[in-house]
């Protein structure tokens, strides 16, 4: 064995190998995660001074907690849902939503809609961009589509994650044909809300967004299975994107081959970027929003963090003066009162979810019975007309003659009062009185001859 200031060679050879195998494996990690933030979405540069002078005109701003601004539609009928007036189109950014609301540019392809138990449907904003955000259901007859709620986010190699247990209600959810899926109008043909509980029951759930050369994709339902099953062919269409607002409202109603979709300038981003000047209206009531559990406008509730974690810090130094109390112990007792605030809170979103749902299926039992004894009247109604027009109808009886022809005579059915039927039964004993003094008359002069 050949040894190198006392240490044998090939003990030095098996060292070096290791460095080396360390220094690939290093070398393989940075590349990978280099490939891993290429991979990434580029930030959309969108500010929300952008979106509440955009949307100010056709809703209302309203603030439901700290720094967390929503916005309702205005002018809106009361069954209306988000993903209604519209139609859809395959693109290379898979299934599009092309809407006809002059809204629809920023509620549809940003953020996230939510059905509030006070409000109604209100738009929670976020700053990526998508082609829609929705969640999907399916069955042999029946395609539907239901608006993703602000827990759900999209991650890159998972694609739509749930910071909760979410299910959307069946009242949420759009469904149509497959042959009336691409339609100009699909407003048209969208079932009536009170057959969804059972096109729900049996469809099948799925969301489908990935990542495909730095485009964000909702793949949704496979274009050739809605093909085979609506019966013809779906064209892809080109999105062309209009950075002018004015030129987006000239275009967009237009039918073709492309899509206007409008982005913002980074000028006018920039023009809006420092707005401070919002009009914002106070929540009057307690929001069923959990809003710890959001997964969008990360921006927003990081600063409603800030503030809500310098309050905390001022109850916790202001307790410790007056108490001389330890500041740890102080911590700890902040820390179970926010754990047992939490809980309270998540056992009464499932109060209010369970409440919610108990309310709607008695709102249908109470339609049905409501409509039961409508029902009932209708039928009874009926036949009362049948019976009256019965009796109202002339008889028709036919009678011989002694010359042996047929004469129609029709018995009317009215029938004559008390005091007619007095005056002809006077009349009818004065001809026998008369008749029977003609009789009597005749027969004396009989005798007398």
């Known amino acids: 064995m050949i040894y190198n200031d006392g240490i044998p060679i090939d003990f030095l050879d098996s060292k070096r190998r290791c460095a080396v195998k360390r220094i690939i494996l290093i070398?393989?990690?940075?590349?990978?995660?280099?490939?891993?933030?290429?991979?990434?979405?580029?930030?959309?540069?969108?500010?929300?001074?952008?979106?509440?002078?955009?949307?100010?005109?056709?809703?209302?701003?309203?603030?439901?907690?700290?720094?967390?601004?929503?916005?309702?539609?205005?002018?809106?009928?009361?069954?209306?849902?988000?993903?209604?007036?519209?139609?859809?189109?395959?693109?290379?950014?898979?299934?599009?939503?092309?809407?006809?609301?002059?809204?629809?540019?920023?509620?549809?392809?940003?953020?996230?809609?939510?059905?509030?138990?006070?409000?109604?449907?209100?738009?929670?904003p976020d700053y990526e961009w998508g082609p829609s955000w929705v969640e999907?259901?399916?069955?042999?007859?029946?395609?539907?589509?239901?608006?993703?709620?602000?827990?759900?986010?999209?991650?890159?190699?998972?694609?739509?994650?749930?910071?909760?247990?979410?299910?959307?209600?069946?009242?949420?959810?759009?469904?149509?044909?497959?042959?009336?899926?691409?339609?100009?109008?699909?407003?048209?043909?969208i079932v009536d809300n009170s057959r969804n509980h059972r096109i729900f029951s049996r469809t099948k759930y799925r969301t489908n967004y990935y990542m495909e050369r730095d485009r964000l994709v909702n793949g949704g339902l496979d274009r050739d299975y809605i093909e085979r099953k609506a019966g013809y062919r779906i064209s892809e269409r080109d999105i062309a994107s209009v950075k002018d607002y004015k030129s987006y409202e000239k275009n967009r109603s237009s039918y073709g081959d492309r899509i206007i979709s409008y982005r913002p300038s980074e000028k006018e981003i920039e023009k809006y970027r420092n707005y401070n000047d919002y009009e914002v209206k106070k929540s009057e009531r307690r929001t069923s929003l959990d809003n710890e559990k959001l997964v969008v406008n990360d921006r927003a509730y990081s600063t409603r963090e800030r503030s809500s974690d310098r309050n905390n810090e001022k109850l916790v130094n202001r307790d410790s003066e007056n108490r001389n109390v330890d500041f740890d112990k102080n911590k700890r007792e902040l820390n179970k009162r926010e754990n047992i605030d939490l809980r309270n809170d998540k056992n009464e979103n499932r109060i209010r979810d369970y409440n919610r749902q108990m309310e709607f299926e008695k709102k249908e039992k109470r339609e049905v019975k409501r409509d039961e004894p409508r029902i009932e009247r209708n039928r009874e109604s009926e036949m009362k007309n049948n019976r009256s027009t019965q009796q109202s109808e002339p008889r028709i009886e036919f009678k011989r003659e002694s010359n042996n022809e047929r004469t129609r005579e029709y018995n009317k059915p009215d029938i004559p009062s008390r005091p007619e039927r007095r005056v002809e039964s006077n009349e009818r004993n004065e001809r026998s009185k008369s008749s029977e003094r003609t009789e009597r008359n005749n027969s004396s002069e009989r005798k007398r001859r």
């Not at 006809?100 to 509620?107: M, S």
């Not at 694609?159 to 959307?168: A, E, T, V």
């Not at 691409?182 to 407003?187: A, I, K, L, M, Y």
């Open 27 to 124: 070398l393989m990690i940075i590349l990978n995660a280099n490939i891993y933030l290429s991979a990434k979405p580029k930030p959309v540069g969108i500010s929300f001074g952008i979106f509440y002078n955009s949307l100010s005109q056709y809703g209302e701003w309203i603030e439901l907690d700290f720094g967390m601004n929503v916005w309702r539609p205005r002018s809106v009928h009361r069954d209306w849902r988000p993903y209604t007036i519209g139609s859809w189109s395959w693109t290379k950014h898979g299934w599009y939503w092309d809407s006809y609301e002059p809204f629809g540019w920023a509620t549809y392809h940003y953020g996230r809609w939510y059905y509030d138990e006070y409000y109604g449907w209100i738009w929670i």
């Open 136 to 189: 999907w259901r399916y069955d042999d007859y029946y395609i539907g589509w239901a608006p993703l709620p602000p827990y759900a986010g999209f991650r890159i190699n998972i694609g739509i994650q749930f910071s909760i247990n979410w299910n959307s209600h069946y009242s949420y959810w759009n469904f149509v044909r497959y042959d009336r899926f691409c339609h100009n109008r699909v407003h048209y043909y």
